[in-house]
């Protein structure tokens, strides 16, 4: 808890009324399965750290503390209350004399949170090098076999393979401890990496044929395997996106 704010403190007809405004930090682990298109569920536990319980339980008495909404009607969240970049999509609240603080069992509030990540710019931070590497990739075995674009074809190939693992480093650090699994960046990476690899068999395959005289086979394998390589990054994206 990082402040504590008194509001009100009164008594009526036996009942102690207490109203405080808390401002905390509240750390959580993150599920980045689907980053940077995932949603979070956060559920929040507040209750009063000075344990009665006990004596409680001891008299045989109900439970005398009790959470509730100092203003009822009004919203509890809005625009502010989350980072930027976060939507709330849902939240609940529970009312509850069962939740376990660690020293027995207390009155409550529990708020569950649904918030979904909004922030597009993400998404091209994130994977804008991997479509680099890939946009290289299908430049470099879409080029002629003539032996003179060579060197011009394996720069392009060493730029994708550079743009990939930037990509695969960048990432690293991010998922790292949060995924179970395969997450929506690693399939994208691997869908990358396996036709990149594809083109680089693909393309020195095509510049030995030309060099032995299979020009025209040479040809198809490769506009087949230009066309065949988008075909299926387009599929892998809009199903993975979708």
């Known amino acids: 808890i990082n402040n504590i704010k008194k509001l009100d403190s009164r008594t009526s007809r036996g009942i102690v009324t207490l109203a405080a ?31 009665t319980s006990k004596l409680h339980n001891h008299l045989n008495i109900n439970h005398d503390f009790k959470f ?39 009155s409550a509030m529990i708020v569950i949170l649904h918030l979904k990540r ?39 190939l060493l730029g994708s393979i550079f743009s990939l693992m930037s990509n695969i480093n960048s990432t690293q650090d991010l ?8 997450s929506l960046i690693d399939k994208f990476q691997v869908t990358t990496m396996t036709l990149l690899i594809i083109s680089i068999f693909t393309m020195y395959l095509c510049i030995w044929w030309n060099q032995n005289g299979m020009v025209k086979r040479a ?10 390589s988008a075909l299926v990054f387009i599929a892998t994206n809009i199903l993975l996106l979708t």
């Open 219 to 228: 040809r198809i394998v490769r506009i087949t395997t230009a066309i065949g």
């Open 175 to 182: 998922l790292k401890n949060h995924v179970e699994g395969m």
């Open 68 to 106: 509730e909404y100092q203003y009822p009607k009004r919203a509890i969240f809005d625009k502010n209350s989350f980072p930027a970049g976060w939507k709330l999509i849902n939240h609940k609240t529970i009312f509850t004399d069962l939740a376990n603080t660690g020293n027995g069992k207390e």
């Open 21 to 51: 405004r808390y401002n905390a930090t509240i750390k959580t682990n993150y599920n980045l399965a689907e980053y940077p298109f995932d949603s979070q569920t956060f559920t929040i536990t507040i209750a009063d750290r000075h344990n």
């Open 118 to 156: 909004d922030n597009p710019r993400l998404f091209f931070s994130t994977f804008a090098t991997l479509y680099l590497s890939y946009v290289l990739s299908l430049i470099a075995i879409s080029l002629t076999n003539k032996i003179s674009f060579f060197t011009a074809k394996n720069a392009l």
